[in-house]
């Protein structure tokens, strides 16, 4: 006889509105001991929402399974569960709810156990230390949580003998039928340790063939201008990739020139994010996501970055910084996604971000329409309805570091 302790993370707090973007599943006895474990990330297929409170980015959902791949391992998971249990299981139950109900499926009516209600109230990490139980190591882990909600429903069974024989007498529950899918879950652990999105452009362009003949300048600014628009969003799609190996083989261009142009390119970055001589954890987070999308090593990395400190030359001065592009007055601008910045040594809100905006001759839109000049998004890998739209009109898409820096607008 076993129950299933569940936690999810959403998008938000609407069930009819939000969606999952991680679920785990805790399979204990009414005694505490613990049968097995599930969990996985979940592509929401649209923003994650609040990443200062789940912790999760659009990157780290990117390759995670739609909810509709792993509906039937969840199933598999549940069979013989007895009842559902959770800390506020309400929420939980609801957000699976509509899940199976986007998918045609209707979710059982089951029994429930409550931990939260139970221990008379609280958040899990102060009812876990309430009741003297490990509290979750990483709270609002979805499998953290759901370890520490196990060990605290064991906890309050122990003192509700009543409830305990109640639920060793229940009847396994019918769950809907739901087919397996091939899918491959994702563990939070496993989404961060993933490498950057594969490179397959820079294969393409590391096939190129050296030679002694040496292209003039004018290929290896047209490279650097298209490169330089490509990166704006800090993302090279496919389509992108087979634009920039298709024009650096039709300028001739070879595989020492393209690596050149690469090192060339993140020494222009680095130069202005070192204006000040200082490098803010936003300005090398940047910098690192755009070696890795260039192929430069850590070592290249390190090197440029201590080349560009200590030679002036190399430096954008800031009196280049404070010019705001001219043909960027009056044009609309909208943010989408929680950003990721700060500025002043403050988080870098939403209205914030729109005041500074403005100050600096930009109008600020809540929508993308096909009038919209730039889309500004929190994270490259944003699935948002925002960023959708944005692609489909074709509208200029940057990431956060990238318009605050040519706005001269410094943000860590």
Not at 100 to 107: D, K, M, P, S, T
Not at 234 to 242: C, L, P, W, Y
Not at 327 to 345: L, M
Not at 367 to 380: C, F
Request: with cysteine.
């Amino acid at each position: 006889m076993k129950i299933a302790v569940i936690d999810v993370e959403t998008t938000g707090l609407s069930p009819s509105r939000d969606r999952v973007v991680e679920i785990a599943i805790v399979l204990v006895t009414p005694d505490g001991n613990r049968l097995g474990e599930f969990c996985s990330l979940v592509n929401p297929e649209r923003d994650v929402g609040p990443t200062s409170i789940h912790g999760l980015t659009a990157k780290d959902v990117y390759s995670a399974p739609r909810f509709g791949e792993l509906a039937g391992h969840l199933i598999s998971v549940l069979e013989g569960a007895v009842a559902v249990a959770g800390h506020n299981v309400l929420f939980d139950q609801s957000f699976l709810k509509a899940e199976f109900e986007r998918l045609g499926h209707q979710w059982p009516e089951l029994p429930t156990v409550c931990t939260m209600r139970l221990a008379g109230g609280g958040r899990l990490v102060q009812c876990c230390e309430d009741f003297r139980v490990p509290a979750p190591i990483d709270a609002h882990s979805a499998l953290d949580d759901a370890r520490a909600t196990a060990g605290l429903l064991a906890r309050l069974l122990g003192d509700s003998p009543d409830l305990k024989a109640g639920l060793s007498e229940l009847s396994p529950v019918l769950w809907p039928d739901v087919p397996k899918t091939e899918v491959r879950l994702l563990a939070r652990e496993s989404a961060r340790q993933s490498p950057e999105e594969a490179s397959t452009y820079l294969d393409r362009l590391l096939e190129l063939v050296d030679s002694p003949a040496e292209p003039d300048d004018a290929a290896g600014m047209a490279y650097l201008d298209l490169l330089s628009r490509v990166m704006e969003d800090r993302r090279i799609e496919e389509a992108e990739g087979g634009l920039l190996h298709g024009l650096a083989v039709a300028l001739g261009l070879t595989r020492r020139h393209v690596r050149e142009l690469h090192r060339a390119f993140f020494e222009q970055l680095a130069g202005v994010a070192l204006h000040d001589k200082v490098l803010t954890a936003a300005e090398r987070q940047d910098l690192n996501r755009v070696a890795q999308l260039l192929g430069l090593t850590n070592a290249e990395v390190d090197e440029i970055i201590r080349v560009v400190k200590n030679d002036s030359s190399r430096v954008v001065a800031n009196a280049d910084l404070k010019r705001v592009p001219e043909e960027w007055v009056g044009k609309r601008v909208c943010f989408t996604g929680e950003s990721q910045c700060a500025y002043d040594s403050q988080p870098l809100t939403r209205a914030l971000a729109s005041a500074l905006a403005a100050q600096h001759g930009l109008i600020v839109v809540d929508s993308v329409t096909k009038k919209l000049d730039i889309l500004v998004v929190a994270d490259p890998y944003t699935q948002s309805g925002k960023a959708a739209k944005a692609r489909r009109y074709g509208v200029r898409i940057l990431h956060e570091p990238v318009f605050w820096g040519a706005l001269g607008v410094a943000v860590q």
